[in-house]
């Protein structure tokens, strides 16, 4: 998040935050991009989003709706957010993939 908002606030800051958000070698005369180490940064950042967004809403909405249905044991309710957690990510992507096709 503070990655985003420097890169949001600081137009001086771009030079060095652009890497995390921008695909770095683009050819212009084909068009295309083609593939490098800086696209490693984008990829890391990437990684470290998805980790986060795992993890919140499993804790902070999945945990409790486990609670809530009944699910007594900690282990069962672990279970129960990362199965659920699948099922939510599948369906989004499933989706996003049908619609961008």
């Not at 001086?12 to 695909?23: D, G, N, P």
């Not at 083609?34 to 967004?53: E, H, K, P, Q």
């Not at 409790?64 to 309710?77: C, H, N, S, W």
């Amino acid at each position: 998040m503070l990655l985003a908002l420097t890169h949001l606030c600081f137009p001086r800051a771009r030079r060095h935050t652009r890497k995390f958000f921008e695909l770095s070698y683009y050819n212009p005369e084909t068009g295309e991009y083609c593939s490098g180490w800086n696209d490693a940064w984008m990829v890391s950042y990437w990684i470290v989003v998805f980790t986060g967004l795992r993890a919140s809403v499993m804790d902070y909405i999945l945990t409790p709706l486990a609670k809530k249905g009944g699910v007594k044991t900690e282990r069962d309710q672990i279970r129960f957010s990362e199965q659920a957690w699948l099922v939510v990510y599948y369906l989004f992507f499933w989706t996003l993939g049908l619609v961008s096709s």
